[in-house]
């Protein structure tokens, strides 16, 4: 009987090591390798030879932090613009480069340049901070150039977060200002693009600026700093403090109606339409979202007249408000 019962109990701890097994796999496949290498040109010329600052390796999923580095005195003697370049390095100190899981189709390595203000593109109304020039090399599609876009799978998108402490000095050299900061890719030709990128800039509870964060949807030729005119290109906004749910407009509405919501962090988000006994008739939104405002427009022509609710759920966030069909 005794050896019944521990031949059970071995069984079980068998059990569990084989499920514990399964978990971690789970958690990891699908997941693709990110190697990376950070650098900085000696000159404007992007032949030039390069000055490593740092390089290190990751998975979809993690956060790539880039550690402080100093330009070699030998380098400072030689003029303003290595003196300059030593301000973009710090500017990039600490920050973090993240691509979310489901972004890649295969395993990647990171090129990546930080450029000098020194080295703007010129264009009229657009004045440069720095350029990240990201070059992909693919493990089955190979190396893409600098000026095209490596697209990210599923429409998912990276970050790259500054630490505003870093950051801003080197904005307050260029008389920039953090809040009116804009973000753009530079295509062939060096054509600005304001489309897939957007910055948010966050501030703590005495308003004091803390991370500059440009969110992507591919990778090539990145360019920030500022614009003095009105243009296509995004602008940036402020992260929202608190999750919240708003009221629908209009309510009551016949058959569409917007609905908004506010994100103070990434994570899995859901919006959800029940009728007014707790069924399900429509779910708006199931994903992760990043940090922001969105709106979204509810279409209720296939349903009939009554009362319905609109359910918000994002990490530990839950809210849910009511609203009016009238045919």
Known sequence: MNFKIRMGENMKKILFTIMLLLFFVGTTIGQHNISYGVSVPTSCDEASPTISISSGSGVEGDVITIPSFSIPEKYLLLGAYFKELQLVATAFAGAEISIPKGSLKENISLDIDLTSAKCGSGFDNLQEALALTITVIGE?????????????????EAYIKFKAENIIPLLE??????????????????YPDGKGIRAILSFDSDSNPVDLTFYLRHFSKIIIGTSTA???????????????LNQNYPNPFNPTTNISYSLPESGFTKLTVYNSI?????????????AGTYQITFDATELT???YFYDLTSNNFRSTKKMILIK
Do not use: C, R
């Open 173 to 190: 050299k260029l008389e920039m200002s953090p809040k009116k900061i804009i973000g753009w890719f530079a295509k062939e030709g060096l």
């Open 278 to 290: 707790g069924v399900e008739v429509k779910t708006l939104v199931s994903e992760t979202k990043s």
């Open 230 to 244: 009105v243009t296509d290109l995004q602008t940036i906004e402020e992260l929202p403090s608190v999750y919240n």
């Open 140 to 156: 089955t599609s190979g190396g893409h150039k600098p000026f095209q876009y490596y697209n990210f799978e599923n429409e998912k």
């Open 305 to 307: 007249s009554g009362i």
